[in-house]
């Protein structure tokens, strides 16, 4: 019994770890300019967090679920290699602002565009 206790105990503790961890990646962005980039290389397809191409495919906290993009890694890896209609944005952009753009993109799918 003590056994199982812990591990559910240690389970727990590294949940919350994960999620502080995933929310100080989020703080060390720079959410300004991830706006800007996102002004500047995405609103065109993706105004208001959603998607003109494919409109399933949104930006909104329910699709980045649903599609397992909710995370700042996988957000990261579709800007910097695209995929179908989305071109990869590796080349243009630099990793810091394809880390800012990523975490500007889960701040405001959690916020509700």
């Known amino acids: 019994m003590k056994k199982l ?3 559910v105990l240690l389970a727990i503790a590294l949940t919350c770890f994960s999620s502080a961890f995933s929310y100080s990646a989020a ?3 720079d959410l300004a300019n991830g706006a800007k980039v996102f002004t500047t290389n995405c609103a065109a397809c993706h105004a208001g967090g959603g998607n003109v191409v494919n409109r399933a495919k949104t930006l909104k906290q329910e699709a980045l679920e649903q599609y397992e993009m909710a ?5 990261q ?3 910097k290699n695209g995929k179908n209609a989305m071109p990869a944005f590796g ?12 975490a500007y993109v889960l701040d ?3 916020k509700g565009w």
């Open 5 to 7: 206790f812990f591990a």
């Open 108 to 110: 405001q799918a959690e």
């Open 27 to 29: 703080l060390a962005a």
């Open 91 to 102: 080349g243009r952009l630099t990793d810091q602002q394809i880390e800012d753009v990523a």
């Open 71 to 75: 995370s700042l890694e996988a957000i």
């Open 77 to 79: 890896h579709q800007v």
